[in-house]
């Protein structure tokens, strides 16, 4: 391919941000030195120019950490070094919120204005920061620095939730939780002056979870120990125990107890996790290169289980993922994890590196012969990338536009090779189901609802944070576990499963929480999550927040939810306004057909679930009459 | 000449020309649509299978010469077992499907893409719209007067073609038709994100700094006029086009040896566009600048030899 390049030069630093990244270039071929002796010595061609495409995220990452924005001679010099059209690394760059393209102050304040942090006064806080500051996304503090509104950052428990980071040679990333306006400024400060800590967050157990002393915790037993960063302290909790049986046991008959197990994705969908390993299994004899990713984009508002167990106990999401490993003959995994999870990142990190020094991850796993190892992937500020076609998409160095199924990604996934897609709180039940064997995994729980389960417990509550059950309470049950109703106490309606979830009413509170359970009364677990709103929230703002989440979420790929969502959220607006086309019947009727229409024809979950939430809600109360 | 020189051993092929083999025979298979029994040969697509009844599907975002994306989503068809609708124009078809192509669900979200698209986008140089609106029964003003467009500026920087956003409906061919499906320059790619995502050279730089080559494959391909020759958008904007009165005449493109295939537009005496026709063997509907743009020789009066 003959690149074509504007005039437009990278600077010293944005050369070095990418050098860093990618190695320094070996001839002027690919941006180096000119060389006349070598340069007509070496051909990039074949496979190998086109091989780079998968380094795209980490560089424009690099870019945006040293520099604060991504400037056109920036991605002239990437485009170089990766042999990509810039056109084309363009419209990567701005597909992701956590990149800019124009140039902007090093420090910004990432405020969440999500629905969890508007129970708590998120709201307040952005008000308060535009009489301080000015309004979101202009620079303040002569210029060194800015806030923005943000999209949910994965921290309800302790809403209100904000995130700052800094550009420069050492970036620095920080969460604030529960936030104040004065607390955002403050490190606003922090950071114009270079004073942030290294340290991005803290693990605070009795913020997060408050279940902790509990003897009968089973997933969160390790949260809060050393064992978050201890790999020997992880190994004398019966840490790695599973791996080594998973390797004497062999594929088949992992595959067998995980399937025996009956359990069933985390993330949301719900899919077998064992048929998904049998998929890959038995096409390992094609010789493909086989892929797992343990999907760690956490970014359906609401939700922050992952992020606690990464956080907390890092090591058993690698267990589980190198058991995943052995069942399917993957020899490559990747963690997708959200860019706004800056602590998790630091945790994955330092447990890879661990876990890679003790011979428990790379070329002989354990002395058996075993050969996995994992990179870890962040993200750049895109709930779409959670979507698991859209996650492949990503990791290659695509737009994160989710891809038409069939095929499966257990047939064609990343780089179009089998894969298998794992959320962090399916993989880890895995080592549990190993030790304990799949058939007693299975009696735990409730029908077909097998095992333990994370919740998400926040918004109007009296003790926010992850709760584990065994599957089988009410949502009463979760509720008095989690201190009861707060704000006012008098509860007005509980969100299951996020903003792709569903509304129910109090009448509904001793549903069983199950698959089958939520789906009687047309809600969903989705990914856990179990909002509590007081009766002195106006649910209408809730939903035109959640209506703007997904029209500021859309990828933006396919018709109808690329204009059906924003089309909701202008009927919508006009409703909660009083301001209607016609009558608010009507308004109604055509929210249901676009909700139809969305859910029909969209191509990925996102399209087909943007109206759930809003329709659970005109089914069970009458907002707008 | 010196021994030290290679011998020039050009291998001369003797005997008769070996001939390709047969293609592979393709089995076929059987599928339901609208309750007729259809059969098409395996790698068949729904649409394939559509149009072999007869059945008229609309299509947008897809093209016999490109790979379908399938992200307009207005053929999608209701498909037994499967929770979702289903798009046409790239779902393989298997045996023993059975598919509606009319159903209540069908006409429902074909009617709400159309309406999305026409609220949206200026859809009056789009010629499938009037028909698809009417068949569908689309209303698009039901949105109200204040819903938000993709309405912008003309964009006009170069002398061969303009690039009217406004008319865009995202169907993604333009970028195929730029990057790996027909030309591979790549000087266009889709950005943004969500309602705003568009197509934009790397930082919607002029196209005279970019990487086009002006082949006009793109306007070739595009379904709504969004792209268009520049000789048709100045006589749109005086109102003089006029294709009652334009003729089409094919000729074979004069420049190189490839032997393109030209449709030459003309009104009133004078060219007022080229294109190519999709299904010709050379071309399938791609030029270069050349043939496509280069034909104002044509116009220029030859002056007798002195």
């Known amino acids: ?625 | 000449m010196s021994d030290l020189a290679p011998k020039a051993l050009i291998p001369v092929p003797r005997g008769p020309v070996p001939e390709a083999p047969p293609p592979r025979k393709r089995a076929m298979m059987e599928l339901k649509i609208d309750g007729q029994t259809v059969s098409v040969p395996e790698g068949s697509t729904i649409l394939d299978a559509a149009k072999k009844l007869g059945i008229d599907t609309p299509t947008l975002c897809f093209l016999d010469t490109l790979t379908p994306v399938n992200v307009c989503r207005v053929c999608v068809v209701e498909l037994e077992g499967s929770r979702t609708l289903v798009p046409a124009c790239s779902r393989k078809a298997e045996p023993g499907m059975s598919i509606k192509t009319d159903s209540e669900r069908v006409r429902l979200s074909r009617r709400l893409v159309l309406e999305f698209l026409a609220s949206s986008v200026d859809v009056s140089t789009a010629p499938q719209f009037p028909g698809y609106l009417k068949r569908y029964a689309a209303d698009p003003e039901r949105f109200g007067a204040k819903t938000e467009t993709v309405k912008q500026p003309v964009k006009v920087d170069n002398d061969l073609y303009v690039r009217d956003y406004s008319k865009c409906i995202l169907c993604y061919k333009c970028v195929e038709a730029c990057g790996v499906d027909a030309q591979n320059t790549f000087a266009i790619a889709v950005a943004g994100r969500g309602f705003a995502a568009h197509i934009s050279t790397e930082f919607d730089t002029p196209l005279t700094d970019s990487a086009c080559v002006y082949c006009g494959n793109c306007i070739g391909v595009c379904p709504t006029g969004a792209l268009m020759f520049k000789s048709e958008y100045e006589m749109r904007q005086a109102g003089t086009w006029d294709e009652s009165r334009q003729t089409q005449a094919d000729t074979i493109c004069p420049y190189c040896g490839v032997g393109c295939d030209l449709t030459v537009h003309q009104q009133d005496g004078k060219i007022v566009k080229i294109t190519s026709p999709l299904d010709h063997s050379v071309t399938h509907g791609n030029l270069c600048i050349k043939g496509r743009f280069g034909y104002r020789f044509v116009e220029v009066e030859a002056k007798p030899k002195k």
């Open chain 1, 1 to 625: 391919m003959d690149i074509h390049f504007t005039a437009d030069q990278p600077s010293v630093e944005e050369k070095a941000a990418v050098d860093q990244e990618l190695g320094s270039p070996e001839t002027s071929w690919d941006g180096g030195r000119r060389d006349v002796q070598s340069d007509g010595r070496v051909s990039f061609g074949g496979h190998d120019a086109g091989s780079h495409r998968h380094k795209l995220l980490p560089t424009l990452h690099a870019v945006q950490a040293r520099i604060g924005w991504i400037s056109p001679g920036a991605i002239n010099y990437i485009s170089l070094r990766l042999g990509l059209p810039p056109a084309e690394v363009y419209g990567v760059a701005s597909f992701y919120h956590l990149f800019s393209l124009a140039e902007r102050p090093p420090v910004v304040a990432h405020v969440c204005e999500d629905i969890a942090c508007m129970t708590r006064g998120s709201e307040e806080i952005c008000s308060k920061l535009e009489s301080t500051l000015g309004p979101a996304g202009k620079a303040c503090m002569v210029g060194k620095a800015a806030w923005l509104r943000s999209p949910c950052l994965g921290l309800c428990e302790r809403a209100p939730a904000a995130m700052v980071s800094t550009s420069g040679k050492s970036p620095r990333e920080r969460v604030l939780a529960p936030a104040t306006a004065e607390g955002v400024e403050q490190l606003l400060r922090d950071g114009v002056d270079g004073r942030l800590p290294v340290e991005p967050d803290e693990l605070s157990v009795k913020a997060s979870v408050p279940q902790a002393a509990s003897p009968n915790l089973v997933l969160l037993r390790r949260v809060g120990k050393a064992s978050g960063t201890s790999l020997d302290e992880y190994r004398k909790t019966s840490g790695y125990e599973a791996l080594r049986k998973a390797i004497e046991m062999g594929a088949e008959a992992v595959v067998r107890e995980v399937i025996d197990s009956k359990l069933l994705g985390r993330g949301g969908a719900a899919f077998p996790t064992g048929k998904k390993w049998e998929a890959l299994m038995n096409q390992r004899k094609q010789g493909r290169p086989h892929y797992v990713i343990c999907n760690a984009d956490e970014s359906e508002p609401g939700t922050f289980k992952d992020r606690v167990v990464m956080e907390g106990d890092p090591f058993a999401v690698l267990e589980g993922m190198t058991i995943a490993a052995v069942a399917t003959g993957a020899q490559k995994g990747y963690i997708y994890l959200r860019g706004e999870y800056p602590f998790a990142a630091e945790r994955l990190t330092h447990a890879i590196h661990a876990a890679r020094k003790a011979g428990l991850l790379g070329e002989d796993i354990l002395g058996r012969g075993l050969r996995f190892d994992i990179e870890l992937r962040r993200g750049a500020g895109a709930y779409i990338c959670g979507e698991e076609t859209a996650l492949f998409n990503s990791i290659e160095g695509y737009r994160g536009e989710p891809r038409n199924k069939p095929p499966f990604p257990t047939v064609a996934g990343l780089f179009r090779q089998p894969t298998s897609v794992n959320n962090v709180e399916t993989l880890v039940n895995v080592p549990e189901i190993i030790r304990m064997g799949g058939a007693a995994y299975a009696k735990i729980g409730a029908g077909n609802s097998a095992g333990y389960r994370l919740w998400c417990v926040c918004g109007h509550v009296a003790r926010p944070g992850v709760y584990e059950t065994p599957f089988g309470g009410t949502l009463r049950e979760l509720i008095q576990m989690a201190g009861g109703v707060a704000g006012n106490g008098r509860l007005q309606a509980v969100l299951l499963g996020g903003a792709a979830g569903a509304f129910v009413a109090p009448k509904e509170l001793d549903v069983p929480l199950t698959f089958e359970g939520t789906r009687a009364i047309g809600a969903t677990l989705g990914s856990g999550v179990v909002m509590l709103f007081d009766d002195s929230v106006d649910l209408r703002k809730i939903l035109l927040r959640i209506a703007q989440f997904f029209r500021d979420e859309t990828c933006g790929q396919c018709v109808p939810c690329r204009v059906g969502v924003v089309r909701q959220q202008e009927t919508l607006e006009r409703l909660v306004a009083r301001k209607p086309l016609g009558t608010a019947g009507t308004e109604v009727r055509m929210l249901r057909e676009m909700g139809q229409a969305m859910r029909d024809a969209s191509i990925c979950g996102l399209g087909q679930t943007a109206s759930s939430a809003l329709e659970s809600a005109l089914n069970r109360w009458s907002l707008f009459s």
